[in-house]
């Protein structure tokens, strides 16, 4: 491809610059080969040329089009070259947060500087088991890649993490670690996960400091191997530490601090486990006070030393290791403030009362005088005697400083080692993942030892990187056999052994260490004269002689000379050292046990020689040598492991969250290898694509005849026309190959391709929309022609009608006129006529009037008179009948008195009343004669009214006429002249009654005032009513709001129920974990002891059936508990101490649970027994009081009797009369002659049972009266006292004697009581009596008032009628008959509903009235049966004859474990679901449960229940990952709980059941706990369930959702790197339908198995929010999947999942709303987002999503195509300032794991258990029917 059609106009490139690296410029005009520069325009419109070198004719590297910017893979980039990377990193960056990006194998990390809430477990658990290229860059990405080729190649793994200081090396091996951890579960019983996590506070705190560029910098390097055992579990884990950074002990630079421990030491001084070591702020000592920054912000070192002695703990290490670490560092803190002082040249002292070396010597446990001398003394030794001489301050300053880093170098190794110790497993390592955190490449402006070593490993690191990348480009070449040709690449090789050969920097620093007097002056002399004209790589500045420098892979670095041989030697006075020995301390001595070792081993290979001699040298190893022999070993496992890279970069040195400095950048990606990693990627064939994603992002440029059948010859032949030349790419078996630049030029030729067919597409819609505007206009103009003409016409027939309506109206006002006149004329003649007439008929009526009044006054007159009279005579005869009455009272009273005494008195009392009642009955009888009188007077009175409306209407009819007559007579009135003599009387009477009139208008106003009045006060009362019913209606608003607040309140308290539930749920599935670990312990245990010895087999075998019980006595009750279980629960407590103890004490806290509930059960049992008991004493104290009552109920029972014969009679003849009228069992129809006498026979019963109740009250009573009346003196009598202070006479302060002589034996109050009783109950029916009445009044008044309306409405419609014509006047009386007869119709309608509603009533109560006639004759007493002796008696159950079964199962005890193994654990789910009842095994079970609560034993009982419990548990355990077992077994476990519930006798629950089913219900056990124990049981299965479900969902439910493209064409494949191609072979797809059937699969299953339909909604709710969950957290991972076109294809898979709900009929199980956050999701992909108004329908739509989900979406939001556009910055701020006050979670993944609280709603069945038969297929014969 030539360079002109590249560099043409409006292409972009890349221009150097000093500040920003790179910046973008554009062509303004094309290139042509041979220009010397370039046309550009900058980015802010600036234009410049660049100059183009003629002899190399270096271009500037182009820019890759916007479509390809913020790749998760760089190597997907179509230009490969340094620019296109740093772009690519600053917009993921910057612009979308993202600060993880792929760069081939590699993983570039950059330090945000800021918390990101990308850690969570949920995020680990969305990476766990997902391809590395199907998840956005993460560090979890990379382990999860490790972790999965490790269990599949069984190959051990390594990732290397580096980078320079404040990089974020550190972190991401912590998070590294943090994902095996969490990943994988450890096989042994300690957590050795936890472990290994606590270990990174510890070497945190020993091991990190903060520098200038970096507040946890790590100061050392180390590499973590974490053992796996076969399972892939974590059992171990080794730690191997590099280089650690000594002088940082002893020296800081301004603005760092020394490590952290000693800090966190000085922060809890105050602790009073400290107090000795005499500590105190972090400023006061030396070592921790140089750089003058004690403290780092936002950290609490206080906090965190509570962290690292939590970390020690937990890996073993006691507070007693604890308290000596931290007092050999407090030594080290004090040992620095020892001040040497300078006495000459080369003397010092030190003061022997310096408080700090007093401090260090007692800490350490050494002499003071010795370690002052000899920290100011040394010896020399020669060959022939040893001398002390004293040294320097500057010498005694530095052998205490070398003395201070001896010591925390060796504490640190001795730490190292006891993490690893407490690390190491006792199990065999199958694998390892190895962690390296080691610094990378440092450059300062003073390079000193430190910076060489460290330099010095990122050489060997970069050369084994650059040998592995090779390694893998040329590995998929020959997989995919296309031909290959070395690639040429950087080989760091001869700086390395510039290092490290013979003769090298290493080997001549070792020599000069061995020298006597060496120094490094003459090292530095030594390395110019061998390597300077030798080594390219090595050279030696200008200005000075004291300096090296060396040219590494990432840049050149110049090293000081100054303390190379002293920091190699790292000598320390062995003196000091021989005095530290001395000491005992025992952590000092163990620490320096290990030089002695080291020592003797170095040394026993000169002795094995047997030389005699000097003393043997001190052989020890330099610095130097340990590292490289160190670094050699560790690329010796690097290289035995499959390496991956992660290079953290530091984006700036202020630490400015999400900024990034482009040359610090840069510097950082050449130093560590991701330049050269994109230089080997660009040397071959970078870009690679399947055919098939070729196929579909360009066809788009080839026309529709050169699509084949086989895509990947179509793509040959396309590639062929596109790119002529043949080395820019190659076909492989599965991919394309392009070198690079060419994916660029493929996507410009379908830009352009595209942008034609968008201009093609415009045109045509705008030709389009042309015409038809231009159809419009012509349309428009011809309907306006229309119009106008239409107008014009209008116009003139307009006038032409006012023309002849002028005409019209002349003719009419002419006519007009001379009517007027001539009607005037008339009425003028008629008036005067009215005027006479009138006046003569008042004058008549006047006259009348007066003699009419004359008579009424006489006769009221009269009538006054003669009721004077009468009323004298009356007053006089009544005085005498009372002076009359009063003496005959008083004798009567005499005579009652002397009657009252006696029993004959009473008696006629009694007689007098039922007389009395007699009449009472008699009177009632002739009021409802009366009440049938009246009704029917009220009809005779509505027939006269009838007739007299009638003759009123034929009067005025007559009237009419005589009218009629009187008009025709006044024409023959007489003349003129006599009319205006009448007129002229007629004025002057006029104005008389003027007057009158006035006087009346008068009073009529006066009337009026006072009406007005009335109707003011009227309305004031209204006023008043209005404000009360104001108030009362706030009233009831304040109510409506309470009511609304109690509703929200009980919202809060259902919410708050089911979030308890959950919590309860997920504590039981813990708890049941925890006791299925405790039985896997205790198997494992007896397993042990089998193995051991034949004796242990014995006991192990014996200890089977304990076992058993103890598992069966977790979930046994009071009811249950028997003596074995004590016994077991004895052997469980003395099983070895191999059990885990928590386990342990957690079970033997709920035996004592248990044991305490057993007891509290027996305790309130017992209190039972004794209540009962105290009642039946009771019980018989009263029976001698019953017998007087049982006397006087014996009357009654006799004639109860002889009722009951009358009632057999009627209703044999009830039978008689049935049995003649139809022979079959059909009811009566009603108005049939059997069904008359039925009803006449149960109203007269009922009558006759009411008459009865009444009389044997009144009975009872006085008996019972007499009875303790008779027995008062006894000892009956004076249980019974009658309170006579009821009566109001007997309420009163004083009482004379007269009460007691009235009142003697109680006779008065008795018949006073009898008397009240009997009014009461007159008074009841006398009121009965007048609602009666009064109902039958009010039914009258309504159909009086019924019919007056009607005949109103009649009148109205018939003088409407007689208005109307013929015609209409018919069809207004047919409409009106029409609506009569329906609303008659409807009206009897509504009646006979009635009548059928008590029918059905009546026969119900017929039916229950023969039930309970038939049970009273079936419980009379056998003795009566004689007298019927002679009647052929015939028992209806006599033809029932076949055997009736009771629904129980009888088995033989011991049979329990056959039943359970037949019945549950060999049990297969599939044949038993598909031929028989759902839930056999269950209604199994509880018949024979029925069996044994029938014969009363509850070891039986216990026994049954407890073994199901655990066999369904076992076989849960055993087979728990086949969905169809735990399905089967959750609907079996539902209904036998719902079985316990249902035939408890519970009243709750009975009233679902047939009477059939009731007589199935347990009798002698209450088994609420076990229904209990089922539900926990269920709970389990449930969970498990659950899980299983998921388990088969999950691996379909990302690839269906999301992945699948469903809608062919919608979605466009974009270029993607090595990571995400990394496979040959293309995967299987997975399309929604996929995903259905398997939905489908577990809801057939589940119908099948018979699980409740509200359970089945649970689940499938429990599906969906799968779904949604993993769908939407992929989606948050995941920048390919955030398009448009994506979201409309998750809307489309929506729809499917919600067209399954509906055709299932789920749609209300809260499925749809689970899938509302994704649905969300979708639409925010789709919606507009530009605008503020746009951001607010975001916040508005979006209420499922929380703020950091939509902030993550709209920041991954990716265009597919060139014409989307990325969400902008600003729109970003805007949503996140709109939600700023949302609360909620800040949680960025949706919780995949939760599980919603499952209830269980009480189900009955409506299988009767009689009806069950057992197939013969289940091998229970030993169960028998009953």
Known sequence: MAASELYSKDARVWLPDAAEVWKSAELIKDYTPGDLSLSLQLEDGTKVEHKIDPRTNNLPPLRNPNILVGENDLTALSYLHEPAVLHNLKVRFIDSKLIYTYCGIVLVAINPYESLPIYEADIINAYSGQNMGDMDPHIFA????????????????????????????????????????????????????????????????????????????????????????????????????????????????????????????????????????????????????????????????????????????????????????????????????????????????????????????????????????????????????????????????????????????????????????????????????????????????????????????????????????????????????????????????????????????????????????????????????????????????????????????ADKVEYQCLGFVEKNKDTVNEEQINVLKKSKFELLLRLFEEDEKAKRSGNKPASVTGRAGPAPRDNKKTVGLQFRQSLHLLMDTLNATTPHYVRCIKPNDHKSPFTLDPVRAVQQLRACGVLETIRISAAGFPSRWTYQEFFHRYRVLMKQKDALPDQKQTCKNLLEKLIKDREKYQFGRNKIFFRAGQVAYLEKL???????????????????????KYLRMRESAITIQRHVRGHQARCYVKFLRRTRAAVVIQRNVRMWSGKRRYQQQRSAAITVQCFWRSYMARKQYYKLMYEHKAMVIQKWVKCWLAKQRYRRIRAAIILLQSCVRRMSAKKELKKLKVEARSVEHFKKLNIGMENKIMQLQHKINEQQKENRELSEMLSVVEKAQTVERDRQSREIENLRRSEQEARAKAETLPSLLEQLSFLQERLEITCREKEDLEEQTKAYKEETQQVLDELNMKNSLMENNIDELSKQILEQAQELTDIKSNAENTKQLEKDLTEERSRYQSLLSEHLHLEELHRDLKEEMNDSIVRNSTISRQSSHKRT??????????????????????????????????????????????????????????????????????????????????????????IKRQELESENKKLKQDLNELRKSLTAESGDLIPPAPGSLPYNILLEQLSSSNDELEMRKEEVLLLRSHMVRQEALKHRDSAFGESVKLDLSEMPSFQGVNRSTDIHTLNEDGELWLAYEGLKETNRLLECQMQEQERVHDEKYRTLEEEVNKLKEEKKQEQKLLAQSLLLPEDARIEASLKHEITRLTKENLELLEHQEKQDETIRKLKKQLKLYMKKVEDFEASLPRKNSSSVTNVPVRTVNITRKEKEYQGMLEYKEGDESRLLKNLVIDLKPRGVAVSFIPGLPAYIIFMCLRYADNVNDDQRVSTLLNSTISSIKSVIKRRGDDYEVVSFWLANTCRLMHCLKQYSGDEGFTIHNTAKQNEHCLTNFELSEYQQVFGDLAIQIYRQLIKGMERILQPVIVASMLEHETIQGVLGSKPTGLRKRSTSFPEQDVTVEDLLQRLSVMYTTMKQHGIDSDLIKQVVKQQFYIICALTLNHLLLRKDMCSWSKGLQIRYNVWQLEEWLSERELTDCGAKETLEPLVQAAQLLQIKKKTEADAQAICNMCNALTTAQIVKILTLYTPVVEFEERVSSDFIATIKSLLKDRKESSSLMMDAKQIFSVTFLFTPSCVPLDTIQIPASLNLGFLNRI
């Open 142 to 553: 990379v382990a999860e890649e490790a972790y999965k080729q490790m269990a599949r190649d069984e190959r051990n793994q390594s990732i290397i993490v580096s980078g320079e200081s404040g990089a974020g090396k550190t972190v991401s091996a912590k998070y590294a670690m943090r994902y095996f951890a969490t990943v994988s579960c450890s096989s042994s019983d300690t957590n050795i996960e936890e472990q290994v996590l606590a270990s990174s506070p510890i070497m945190e705190a020993l091991g990190n400091a903060k520098t200038t560029r970096n507040d946890n910098s790590s100061r050392f390097g180390k590499y973590i191997e974490i053992g796996f055992d076969k399972k892939h579990s974590i059992i171990g884990a080794n730690m191997r530490t590099y280089l650690l950074e000594k002088s940082r002990v002893v020296f800081q630079a301004h603005g760092e601090r020394n490590y952290h421990i000693f800090y966190q030491l000085c922060a809890s001084s105050h602790l009073p486990e400290f107090k000795a070591f005499k500590l105190g702020c972090a400023e006061d000592f030396h070592c921790t006070n140089q750089g003058q920054s004690p403290t780092i912000d936002g950290v609490d070192d206080a906090k965190e030393m509570c962290n690292t002695r939590r970390a020690f703990s937990m890996l073993g290490i006691g507070e007693s290791d604890q308290i000596e670490i931290y007092q050999i560092l407090s030594a080290i803190l004090h040992l620095s403030n020892v001040e040497v002082k300078d006495q000459s040249v080369d003397r010092c002292s030190i003061s022997p009362d310096n408080v700090h070396l007093m401090v260090f010597c007692e800490l350490m446990g050494v002499p003071c005088d010795e370690m002052a001398h000899w920290l100011c003394h040394r010896k020399l030794k020669t060959t022939t005697e040893t001398y002390v001489k004293s040294v320097s301050k500057a010498n005694a300053v530095y052998g205490r400083d070398a003395l201070a880093k001896h010591i925390y170098a060796r504490l640190f190794s001795w730490v190292v080692g006891r993490i690893n110790s407490a690390l190491k497993s006792a199990l065999k390592q199958h694998s390892f993942i190895g962690v390296l955190d080691i610094y990378g490449f440092e450059t300062f402006d003073v390079n000193s030892f430190e910076q060489f070593c460290i330099n010095y490993a990122n050489e060997k690191l970069q050369q084994q990187f650059n040998l592995h990348v090779f390694k893998l480009e040329q590995e998929e070449y020959m997989k995919e056999e296309i031909p290959w040709s070395l690639i040429d690449f950087y080989d760091n090789q001869p700086c390395i052994n510039l290092i490290e050969a013979k003769l090298g920097v290493l080997d001549l620093l070792d020599e000069e260490c061995k020298m006597p007097k060496g120094s490094d002056d003459t090292w530095a002399q030594k390395l110019y004269n061998t390597l300077l004209k030798q080594n390219t790589h090595f050279d030696k500045p200008r200005l000075s002689n004291r300096a090296f420098i060396i040219h590494h892979f």
């Open 750 to 772: 379908r830009s352009d391709k595209l942008r034609i067919a968008c201009v093609r597409i415009q045109k045509t819609i705008r030709c389009w929309l042309a015409r038809k």
């Open 1105 to 1194: 059936d304990s076992n058993y019980s103890s598992n069966s006595s977790e979930f046994s009750l009071s009811l249950g508990s028997t003596e074995g279980d004590d016994v077991s629960v004895q052997a469980e407590d003395e099983t070895p101490a191999a059990v885990d103890l928590p386990i342990l004490l957690k079970l033997q806290m709920r035996v004592k649970e248990l044991e305490q509930d057993k007891q509290s059960l027996w305790q309130q049992l017992d209190k039972k027994e004794e209540a009962q008991q105290e009642t039946a004493k009771e019980v018989e104290e009263q029976k001698t009081v019953g017998r007087a009552q049982l006397d006087l109920e014996s």
